[in-house]
Nanobody
Framework: QVQLVESGGGLVQAGGSLRLSCAAS??????MAWFRQVPGKEREFVAA????????YASDSVKGRFTISRDNAKNTVYLQMNSLKPEDTAVYYC??????????????????WGQGTQVTVSS
């Protein structure tokens, strides 16, 4: 079973940047995604990337500001977050989907999740 460990979260001022990392252990991982969640709200899709990195998909709320990428040699997926806003404050989770799955914004299609990393953007 793949284990996912996120890192890179923290406190940043509005307009700043952070880069989140998600390291995977175990078997090779296919489609990967980032989600985020605020207490009391449903988990929200952020971005997804397929195995080759040739297909990515981002939510409208982060498009143009966040970039998802991956380094398969390091079994790591990244989320570069620029121009951060206070409304980006959340716990960010990475997840992977089953073999053969394409990029998707549906959280119930992903089979393994990390423990999350907190991102706080101050105004």
């Amino acid at each position: 079973q793949v284990q996912l460990v996120e890192s890179g979260g923290g406190l940043v001022q509005a307009g700043g940047s952070l880069r989140l990392s998600c390291a995977a252990s175990g078997r090779a991982f296919p489609t990967m995604a980032w989600f985020r969640q605020v207490p009391g709200k449903e988990r929200e899709f952020v971005a997804a990337i397929n195995w080759s990195g040739g297909s990515t998909y981002a939510s409208d709320s982060v498009k143009g500001r966040f970039t998802i990428s991956r380094d398969n040699a390091k079994n790591t997926v990244y989320l570069q977050m620029n121009s951060l806003k206070p409304e980006d404050t959340a716990v960010y989770y990475c997840a992977h989907g089953p073999v053969g799955m394409g990029v998707s914004r549906e959280s119930n299609r992903y089979t393994s999740w990390g423990q999350g990393t907190q991102v706080t953007v101050s105004s």
